[in-house]
Nanobody, 125 residues
């Protein structure tokens, strides 16, 4: 079982950058497929990016070229680098994990077994 804790959210102006962190404990993050989701007020949770344990990634079209997922195995931490932020990126961002065994559908929220508590990102215009 893995525990996930996000950090790094905050208030930023449009065009700015933030790096979110998802610190894992209890298990090696390399044993998991990972994902980031976000949820804006009044909206459903939205897929942002998924990463197979092999390293392959898939992004939602709206963040391609602006967001990058990465892993630091020495720190057992997943990152989401967010550049060129827009007001529509405002949301609570969640990281999620699923064991690398079995079928992984990265854009499907209930494919994940473990979730962090979320971190707020607010982008002002």
């Amino acid at each position: 079982q893995v525990q996930l804790v996000e950090s790094g959210g905050g208030l930023v102006q449009a065009g700015g950058s933030l790096r979110l962190s998802c610190a894992a404990s209890g298990r090696n993050i390399g044993d998991y497929n990972m994902g980031w989701f976000r949820q804006a007020p009044g909206k459903e949770r939205e897929f942002v990016v998924g990463r197979w344990s092999s390293g392959n990634t898939v992004y939602v079209d709206s963040v391609k070229g602006r967001f990058t997922i990465s892993t630091d195995n020495t720190k057992n931490t997943e990152y989401l680098q967010m550049n060129s932020l827009r007001p529509e990126d405002t949301a609570v961002y969640y990281c999620a994990a699923r064991s690398r065994f079995g079928l992984f559908a990265p854009s499907v929220a209930n494919t994940y077994n473990y979730w962090g508590q979320g971190t707020q990102v607010t982008v002002s215009s």
